[in-house]
């Protein structure tokens, strides 16, 4: 018998419009149906959400640790699980653990992390995001400048190789990478993101034409739109595909540039946290200061969650609550390639939700 599931809230939110008093009907984590609360029978059992709204869950494709465990200093299931947690807190299903600027034995470590996790029947974690260390120094921001380096292609094929199946994303600077390096990323099926780079407006489109699909942070540590030299930033918002990421916590970007890419970039642009924790051991000593983190008194990571980053959007913003809801859910499924099975609550895609209240606080998230 299939395993039948039925959500009901004051509200849902499909991902193209809102239901009033509607109930998903879902079987073996598929949804079949949207039906009218009305219409539901009185023998079925029903997860009913009072004065709550549903929504597509969160996917959040870059954060670094939770509750003190840093994943490049603690690169241990442990330490997934507990970012797992926290993601959940926050909203997000599906998080994408990241590992700044380091040594090749630590990404090595956190590879074998993710594979342990897995193994022991961890959810929510979709693979690792490598980000550096084959970035310009020139905008490395909290990154160790002594580890960075353009990477020679004995170098990216042996991680490459270590990480099959896992290492999803990588950022790095086009302009230090080589079309042979590029174009081996990309046949692992990879997705690379221009990111801490210095990269003119001409050699930015060049790298999106061999395959980079994504700008990671848009604004912070790249080359910026300036009228005679428009840089990284000027690229992004000028190519008709490529997405960026972006971090609402009122530091890394004013919230009123955040409109004005959102304004041009719209259905490319989605949200990150960011996200660090505590730490004083390894390369990068995060320290809490008021809401976000410093690292050596350089700006070095959020204190964000998905659902507060949809509070900040709304409400400093300026940004309709239904953009700011996709710019968390769809947009970021689009970019892995998951858009036609998440970040939508429609018949056919799978039954992933975050359940909100009416202050757009977590109550609860499902993956099925």
């Not at 209240?357 to 609860?364: L, Q």
Request: include cysteine.
């Amino acid at each position: 018998m299939p395993e039948k599931k039925v959500y009901t809230a004051n509200r849902l939110f499909t991902g193209e419009s809102w239901l009033e008093n509607y109930a998903i009907i879902a079987e073996d984590g598929i949804i079949k149906e949207l039906l009218p609360v009305a219409s539901l029978s009185s023998s079925q059992h029903i997860e009913q959400f009072v004065d709550c709204i549903i929504v597509p869950a969160f996917i959040d494709l870059q954060i670094y640790g939770a509750y003190g465990k840093l994943l490049a200093v603690y690169p241990e299931a442990d330490s997934l699980f507990k970012l797992k947690d926290y993601c959940e807190k926050g909203g997000a299903a599906y998080c994408m653990p990241t590992v700044a600027t380091n040594t090749y034995d630590v990404f090595y470590r956190c590879i074998d992390a993710v594979k342990e996790y897995w193994s022991m029947g961890g959810e929510g974690v979709m693979g690792l995001h490598i980000e550096g260390p084959w970035i310009n120094q020139a905008k490395r921001g909290a990154h160790i400048e002594s580890l960075i380096h353009t990477p020679t292609l004995q170098q990216a094929k042996e991680l490459l190789e270590y990480g099959k199946g896992v290492i999803r994303m990588i950022t790095l600077a086009p302009e230090v990478c080589s079309k042979q390096v590029v174009d081996l990323i990309l046949s692992y099926d990879i997705i690379i993101s221009a990111g801490h780079s210095n990269a003119t407006y001409n050699e930015a489109k060049a790298g999106f034409a061999k395959g980079i699909t994504a700008v990671t942070h848009l604004y912070n540590a790249m080359s910026p739109l300036q009228h005679r030299s428009p840089g990284l930033v000027g690229a992004a918002m000028d190519d008709d595909t490529v997405m960026a990421s972006i971090i609402p916590d009122g530091h890394h970007v004013d919230y009123a540039a955040i409109r004005i890419a959102k304004q041009v970039m719209k259905e490319r642009l989605f949200v990150i946290t960011d996200a660090v924790t505590d730490t004083t051991e390894g390369y990068y000593k995060h320290e809490q200061a008021g809401d976000k983190y410093e690292a050596a008194g350089i700006l070095s990571g959020s204190a964000l969650t998905m659902s507060k980053a949809v509070k900040n959007l709304i409400r400093h913003s300026h940004i309709s609550p239904e953009e700011a809801l996709r710019m968390c859910s769809l947009y970021p499924a689009k970019l892995m390639g998951l858009d036609r099975q998440s970040g939508m609550l429609l018949p056919g895609y799978r039954a992933i939700v975050t359940v909100l209240d009416r202050e757009m606080e977590v109550v609860s998230v499902f993956r099925k």
